[in-house]
Structure formats: structure tokens, C-alpha cells
């Protein structure tokens, strides 16, 4: 029992050392290339479906179109949103910003309960690097130990094909990871009409997308893991949120303690020695280059790599499997069993609050935005024992169906309406239209220099399909 207790003194000594330092860098601050092993296992593969999906819908979505419109799109240039088909306007911008507001409290309740498991399963960067750019280099240059063998050897024709293959290959993915990403900006019509007119015709926009190849290329080439482990800052955002009721991937310490080599036929738990053999096989397999048994780190994206290695030889062995594993701190240390707690229940009431009310803009927002501005600099005109006001109208038909419109001034009465065109305003899906109108009460019927008025504008049907306060403007009059 005291070797036991000692080990996990000297555990937590090594532990503080290893938080001195950053797993990617030796102590000259010089960067230490990860190479690791190609994962295999039951959670590699989940990841991989995971992937798979995502991977399908972000090369296929450009391309899926509701109601004519696209079903994402994000052109902050020509101020053009669209969400699942519907358009938002600059009118319905803080929808948007109360989505971005759910999306991050989404986030973060999962990183209070799941850890990063975003990080892992979900984050494009992880999804491109392993899934995508990993899998490359393990196909031209080999796992773990031809590569540390290539990058070691002599610049020879070996090394010179495989290191262009690769690097073209990667260009070539860039290329075509900007061009969909530019989809979702501008809608995949603008980008092939880019490429079909070539740098001469858009030379700002193909300098725009070189650049964002270069990114790309810098990123998934050479930065890799340091994108996580020094550059994002959710990584370090965990640190707040976590707790030790918060599930992430644990290193079992009480059980793999103190860690030993295997050797066959030996009695582990009579000779005091935990079920960790010291494979270091979890090691080798993490794509930030940690060691898992150190203890939570900021550097784990709960890739679920190490768990599949980890299996692997427990299961070789002839040890139980889940020495690494998804668990809680609580359970490692005291055999607890995982507990929703009360900042869990909060966050989830607020944040299912959020997407109630969100979802409630979305479907109370209106088909129809109607605006009515006086000029500006302009005034009041009176004309044959009439008053009359010029209004600037603005009408913007968010559905994707063609609308006759009228105008009418629903408060005070006795208005009348002078339109400069037809009466009936036509106007087509997604459209905005601008125009002048006269608006005259006889003089009687205004008692104030500022009389409230509502405007209402109605539909072929008859059905108002939105209304606007504004102030008419009259002579100033003495009331006694």
C-alpha cells in the first residue's frame, strides 16, 4: 500500500514537470515534430463515420438549394444570408447574433458535460487534418516509422518524390477546400463563373482565394496540431469549464498504477505493479504528441486514439479493457458514478430557453418589412385645404413568392394616397424595392405639428402583411 501511495506521489510530481512545458516543443522552444501511429479501433471508427458524413455534407451543401435559394450562405460582401433556405437581411441580423450566442452556450454545455469532445468529433480543423491531410501522408509516406525514417534520410530520389507527391497533393486540396468555402460566401454560380473567366477577368477575387490556399496549405502542412494546442483559444476555455464531473478521456491512475513491463506469467496485482505494461503506445498514437497518464491536459482533443491503442494491448495481454477510457475525475478517484449537476441542469434550462425563443423569431419574423421615412430636409405642403407629407417607401418581400401589394393609412382616417405608378406594387420573391409616396389629410382633421399615423401594407388578399408607425408633419397650431 505505501508503494502504491509513493508512486502516485512521484505521478504528481511528474505532472507538475510535464505543465511546465508544451508537448510539441523541447525546453529551447524549438518545435518537436509529432508522428503518430495510425489509430485503429472501435472509436477510430466511429470518428471515421463521423467524419465521413460531415465531410459529405460540407462538399454538398453548396449545391443543395430550398425554394430556388441556397441552403446555407454567408455573403457578407452583398449582405445576402441565407439559412436552411430562408433569407436574412440586415433587418434580421440579430437573429443571426442571437444564433451565434446559442451556438457558443450549445458549445460550452458540452465541453461542461462531454469535455472537448467537439474538439475531437466535430471541429473542421480535426476533421481535415486527420481525416483528410492524415490520411494522405500515411498513404504516400507510411505510418509512424517510415515517416520518422523518411524525414531523417538524406534528400535522395525517395525522399524528393514522396515530399512533392505530398506537398501536391496537399496544394491540390487547398485548392479545393478555398473554392468551396468561397461557395458558401458567394453560391457555387459565382465561383465556377470565377474560374471560367480565369485571373485576368476577377483578379482581386483569385488573389483573395490564393490567399486563403496559402492558409490552408500553412495550416494542414505545417502548423497541424499547434492550431489546437497554442493558436485556439478553446483549448484554454476548457480550463474554466471543466470540472471533475465532466467527462473527458482519463488515464485510470489508481488501477494502471504503478506501471511496469509485461512479462508473462506474472502475478501484477501479488507483486504490486498496476495493469499499465508502459507500451507507451498511447503516446505514440496521440496526434498532439501528449502522454495521456499525465493527467488531463489542454492539449487533449478526446481524439479517442490512445483509448483504441490502449485496448489493443489490454486485450493482447489478457487485461481487463478501459484502463483510458471516457470517465469522470469523480470516478477515477472515488468510484462515483456521473452526476448531473446544477451548473449541467442550468445551462441546459438557458440554453434550451435560447433555442425556444430563437426558434420563435425565425418563424414570427414576417414574410413582409415595410419602412416609410420622410425625406430628409424635407417638410409639410398644404394645397387646396390640404396637408401633404412625402414619404420614401421601402418594401422587402422575405418569402421566394411573387406579392401584389397595397398601401393604406390605417390611422387617422380620411387619408389620401398619391402614388408616383400604379397602385398595385408588384413585387417578386427576396426583392426590395424602393419608391415615393404623397400622403394628405385636410386640414381639419390635423390637430397637432406632429400627428401619429400607422401605415399598413396588404396583400392581394386582403390580409395585412405588415404595418409602420411614423409622425405626420402639420403647421403648428395653438390649442386653448
Same mark, same amino acid.
Given at each position: 500500500?505505501? +508503494?502504491?501511495?509513493?508512486?502516485?506521489?512521484?505521478?504528481?510530481?511528474?505532472?507538475?514537470?510535464?505543465?511546465?512545458?508544451?508537448?510539441?516543443?523541447?525546453?529551447?522552444?524549438?518545435?518537436?515534430?509529432?508522428?503518430?501511429?495510425?489509430?485503429?479501433?472501435?472509436?477510430?471508427?466511429?470518428?471515421?463515420?463521423?467524419?465521413?458524413?460531415?465531410?459529405?455534407?460540407?462538399?454538398?451543401?453548396?449545391?443543395?438549394?430550398?425554394?430556388?435559394?441556397?441552403?446555407?450562405?454567408?455573403?457578407?460582401?452583398?449582405?445576402?444570408?441565407?439559412?436552411?433556405?430562408?433569407?436574412?437581411?440586415?433587418?434580421?441580423?440579430?437573429?443571426?447574433?442571437?444564433?451565434?450566442?446559442?451556438?457558443?452556450?450549445?458549445?460550452?454545455?458540452?465541453?461542461?458535460?462531454?469535455?472537448?469532445?467537439?474538439?475531437?468529433?466535430?471541429?473542421?480543423?480535426?476533421?481535415?487534418?486527420?481525416?483528410?491531410?492524415?490520411?494522405?501522408?500515411?498513404?504516400?509516406?507510411?505510418?509512424?516509422?517510415?515517416?520518422?525514417?523518411?524525414?531523417?534520410?538524406?534528400?535522395?530520389?525517395?525522399?524528393?518524390?514522396?515530399?512533392?507527391?505530398?506537398?501536391?497533393?496537399?496544394?491540390?486540396?487547398?485548392?479545393?477546400?478555398?473554392?468551396?468555402?468561397?461557395?458558401?460566401?458567394?453560391?457555387?454560380?459565382?465561383?465556377?463563373?470565377?474560374?471560367?473567366?480565369?485571373?485576368?477577368?476577377?483578379?482581386?477575387?483569385?488573389?483573395?482565394?490564393?490567399?486563403?490556399?496559402?492558409?490552408?496549405?500553412?495550416?494542414?502542412?505545417?502548423?497541424?496540431?499547434?492550431?489546437?494546442?497554442?493558436?485556439?483559444?478553446?483549448?484554454?476555455?476548457?480550463?474554466?469549464?471543466?470540472?471533475?464531473?465532466?467527462?473527458?478521456?482519463?488515464?485510470?491512475?489508481?488501477?494502471?498504477?504503478?506501471?511496469?513491463?509485461?512479462?508473462?506469467?506474472?502475478?501484477?496485482?501479488?507483486?504490486?505493479?498496476?495493469?499499465?505494461?508502459?507500451?507507451?503506445?498511447?503516446?505514440?498514437?496521440?496526434?498532439?504528441?501528449?502522454?495521456?497518464?499525465?493527467?488531463?491536459?489542454?492539449?487533449?482533443?478526446?481524439?479517442?486514439?490512445?483509448?483504441?491503442?490502449?485496448?489493443?494491448?489490454?486485450?493482447?495481454?489478457?487485461?481487463?479493457?478501459?484502463?483510458?477510457?471516457?470517465?469522470?475525475?469523480?470516478?477515477?478517484?472515488?468510484?462515483?458514478?456521473?452526476?448531473? +449537476?446544477?451548473?449541467?441542469?442550468?445551462?441546459?434550462?438557458?440554453?434550451?430557453?435560447?433555442?425556444?425563443?430563437?426558434?420563435?423569431?425565425?418563424?414570427?419574423?414576417?414574410?413582409?418589412?415595410?419602412?416609410?421615412?420622410?425625406?430628409?430636409?424635407?417638410?409639410?405642403?398644404?394645397?387646396?385645404?390640404?396637408?401633404?407629407?412625402?414619404?420614401?417607401?421601402?418594401?422587402?418581400?422575405?418569402?421566394?413568392?411573387?406579392?401584389?401589394?397595397?398601401?393604406?393609412?390605417?390611422?387617422?382616417?380620411?387619408?389620401?394616397?398619391?402614388?408616383?405608378?400604379?397602385?398595385?406594387?408588384?413585387?417578386?420573391?427576396?426583392?426590395?424595392?424602393?419608391?415615393?409616396?404623397?400622403?394628405?389629410?385636410?386640414?381639419?382633421?390635423?390637430?397637432?405639428?406632429?400627428?401619429?399615423?400607422?401605415?399598413?401594407?396588404?396583400?392581394?388578399?386582403?390580409?395585412?402583411?405588415?404595418?409602420?408607425?411614423?409622425?405626420?408633419?402639420?403647421?403648428?397650431?395653438?390649442?386653448?
Amino acid at each position: 500500500m505505501n +508503494t502504491q501511495s509513493n508512486s502516485f506521489q512521484e505521478l504528481e510530481k511528474d505532472d507538475e514537470n510535464f505543465r511546465n512545458s508544451v508537448g510539441t516543443m523541447d525546453e529551447t522552444g524549438k518545435r518537436k515534430w509529432v508522428y503518430p501511429r495510425k489509430p485503429k479501433g472501435k472509436f477510430t471508427n466511429y470518428r471515421n463515420y463521423t467524419s465521413y458524413l460531415l465531410l459529405v455534407l460540407f462538399f454538398g451543401l453548396p449545391f443543395v438549394k430550398v425554394n430556388n435559394n441556397p441552403f446555407l450562405m454567408f455573403n457578407v460582401i452583398d449582405r445576402k444570408f441565407f439559412l436552411f433556405g430562408q433569407p436574412f437581411y440586415l433587418q434580421d441580423f440579430f437573429i443571426l447574433a442571437l444564433g451565434a450566442v446559442t451556438s457558443v452556450i450549445f458549445v460550452m454545455l458540452f465541453t461542461v458535460v462531454f469535455g472537448r469532445i467537439f474538439c475531437g468529433w466535430l471541429c473542421p480543423q480535426t476533421i481535415f487534418m486527420e481525416s483528410v491531410f492524415r490520411k494522405i501522408e500515411f498513404w504516400i509516406e507510411g505510418d509512424r516509422n517510415k515517416q520518422i525514417k523518411l524525414d531523417r534520410q538524406e534528400w535522395n530520389s525517395e525522399k524528393i518524390r514522396k515530399r512533392l507527391l505530398k506537398w501536391s497533393v496537399f496544394a491540390l486540396i487547398s485548392v479545393v477546400i478555398t473554392n468551396f468555402m468561397f461557395m458558401y460566401i458567394v453560391g457555387y454560380e459565382e465561383v465556377f463563373r470565377i474560374i471560367s473567366g480565369g485571373p485576368v477577368e476577377n483578379p482581386f477575387k483569385f488573389i483573395a482565394m490564393a490567399v486563403f490556399t496559402m492558409i490552408f496549405y500553412f495550416v494542414f502542412t505545417w502548423l497541424r496540431e499547434q492550431v489546437c494546442t497554442l493558436v485556439c483559444p478553446y483549448g484554454r476555455l476548457q480550463g474554466v469549464l471543466i470540472d471533475k464531473n465532466t467527462i473527458n478521456v482519463y488515464y485510470d491512475f489508481k488501477r494502471g498504477e504503478n506501471r511496469s513491463k509485461w512479462r508473462n506469467n506474472e502475478d501484477r496485482k501479488a507483486a504490486g505493479k498496476g495493469d499499465c505494461i508502459d507500451c507507451n503506445q498511447c503516446v505514440i498514437v496521440c496526434p498532439t504528441g501528449i502522454d495521456i497518464r499525465n493527467g488531463q491536459q489542454l492539449e487533449c482533443v478526446n481524439c479517442t486514439a490512445c483509448i483504441d491503442a490502449c485496448d489493443e494491448i489490454m486485450d493482447k495481454v489478457g487485461l481487463p479493457k478501459g484502463l483510458i477510457r471516457y470517465a469522470t475525475e469523480a470516478e477515477i478517484e472515488n468510484q462515483e458514478k456521473f452526476k448531473f +449537476t446544477s451548473r449541467m441542469k442550468a445551462t441546459a434550462v438557458f440554453l434550451a430557453l435560447l433555442i425556444g425563443f430563437l426558434g420563435f423569431l425565425m418563424y414570427d419574423r414576417g414574410s413582409m418589412e415595410a419602412k416609410f421615412i420622410k425625406p430628409a430636409g424635407s417638410t409639410f405642403f398644404v394645397k387646396d385645404g390640404k396637408i401633404t407629407n412625402t414619404f420614401i417607401y421601402t418594401l422587402l418581400n422575405k418569402s421566394n413568392e411573387k406579392k401584389t401589394l397595397t398601401i393604406k393609412v390605417l390611422n387617422p382616417k380620411n387619408a389620401e394616397i398619391q402614388f408616383f405608378g400604379n397602385e398595385k406594387i408588384m413585387l417578386k420573391g427576396d426583392q426590395i424595392l424602393k419608391g415615393n409616396i404623397n400622403i394628405s389629410f385636410p386640414e381639419k382633421d390635423i390637430k397637432y405639428s406632429k400627428q401619429n399615423m400607422t401605415i399598413g401594407v396588404f396583400d392581394e388578399k386582403g390580409n395585412m402583411v405588415d404595418s409602420f408607425d411614423t409622425i405626420f408633419e402639420g403647421p403648428f397650431q395653438l390649442v386653448l
